[in-house]
């Protein structure tokens, strides 16, 4: 077998089809891609993604044998069929997909241009013009925005013409992304079942990233593999752990329910182990925003022994923990509170806030910054509350 990147596979597919009626295009192959599924469609043909030595790879073969198959389609351009684009049709499906793309520029041209529908009023946004699109929008915009975007690594939008009543698109195509729709929906219900007792839930509370790929465990079976943590890493610096530590070994000490836990989570700023995280809480706690209001969040971050001494959290985290005191000042003549607020942490200290409201019809933004000093002091409030309340011990999952 020879394993390739996701960036060679896209590659690779495009030469297979090059000057082929269906045009091929890449896909953004990230690991959401294979936690909702284990395969990436291409065309009808499911190719399955795994890992190797941490990074996502494909099968040569499975992409040369996806690659022949698209090329070889069966085509012909004058053969149409009515596409079907309703606004009725809610499931996840290649249609309601490029129905959401005509929605939405739709949508934003009437933003940006107002209302420029001929003769229809009111204006619904969706009663479709002479180029099949609501309101003043035209395809060439729906290329500009969405000309890249695949659906089972093809090219929708330039088989696509619209009659003057309805899209058509080519027979064989429209066939060929049916099958898609349906291998698909198969592909993730197969990812919805446990891998040890089959039993089926929920994609995003079940899968677990490990360093093969994606596994499904339903809780019973997640905590019959892993342990609980008991902190006996506490004080420990990350760099002084073995290559061989196994955080596999325990559950995840963040999520309510059993979750096989993959990273050892570590602070940054002082480099001290706080515990087994999954990839999921990984993911969330280094992005920063929000993370603090989850169950537990803040007594995990203070299982750092630096922030606890510091009275601190990273620096990522204090913009959440600022804004729960801190009001920023309304914009001009409008008296309302702001309608939401994304602060960044700077080099100095301070944290640059960028506010947002709705006067009238027209969103306002605008910047406030505060100082240093009253970041160190919201902060190390918060985290004497945090501690003073903080009965049970910090090793407890309660928030």
Not at 264 to 289: I, L, M, Q
């Amino acid at each position: 077998m020879a394993s390739i990147s996701p960036e060679y596979a896209n590659q690779l597919l495009a030469e297979l089809t090059e000057g082929c009626p269906v045009p091929a295009a890449p896909a953004a192959l990230s690991r959401y891609t294979f936690q909702i599924s284990n395969h990436v469609l291409i065309g009808d043909t499911a190719v399955r993604g795994y890992k190797y030595k941490g990074r996502w790879r494909l099968d040569d073969r499975d992409i040369r044998a996806a690659g022949d198959r698209l090329a070889s389609l069966p085509f012909d351009p004058d053969d149409l069929v009515d596409a079907r684009l309703s606004s009725a049709e809610h499931n996840q499906t290649w249609r309601s997909q490029i129905h959401r793309w005509f929605d939405h520029i739709s949508y934003q041209d009437q933003g940006a241009n107002g209302c420029r529908c001929e003769g229809q009023q009111p204006c619904s946004g969706t009663r479709p013009n002479r180029y099949g699109l609501g309101c003043g929008a035209t395809l060439e915009q729906v290329k500009e925005r969405y000309g890249r975007s695949p659906i089972a690594c093809t090219s929708p939008l330039p088989l696509l013409s619209w009659s003057g009543t309805t899209w058509m698109v080519p027979r064989a195509y429209a066939a060929l992304l049916d099958r898609a729709d349906q291998i698909a929906a198969e592909c993730v219900e197969q990812a919805t079942r446990c891998s040890r007792c089959n039993a089926t839930g929920d994609v995003w509370t079940w899968r677990t990233s490990s360093n093969s790929g994606y596994t499904t465990l339903c809780p019973a079976c997640a905590a019959s593999v892993a342990r609980p943590y008991k902190d006996h890493l506490r004080g420990r610096l990350y760099a002084s752990l073995l290559k061989n530590s196994q955080p596999e070994a325990f559950l995840c000490r963040l999520c309510p329910s059993p979750r096989q836990a993959m990273y050892w989570d570590h602070c940054h700023a002082h480099g001290f182990v706080r515990g087994p995280v999954c990839a999921s809480c990984n993911t969330y706690e280094g992005g920063g925003y929000r993370f603090i209001h989850r169950p537990g969040a803040v007594r995990h971050l203070l299982l750092c022994d630096g922030c606890r001494r510091d009275r601190a959290v990273p620096p990522r985290h204090q913009p959440d923990i600022v804004l729960h005191t801190f009001v920023p000042d309304p914009h001009g003549p409008c008296a309302k509170q702001s309608h939401s607020a994304w602060g960044a942490t700077q080099e100095d200290g301070s944290i640059r806030f960028r506010v947002r409201c709705w006067q009238r019809t027209s969103a306002l933004e605008w910047e406030q910054v505060v100082p240093a000093a009253q970041v160190r002091q919201l902060v190390r409030e918060f985290v004497d509350k945090a501690l003073e309340t903080d009965a049970d011990g910090p090793g407890q999952e309660s928030a």
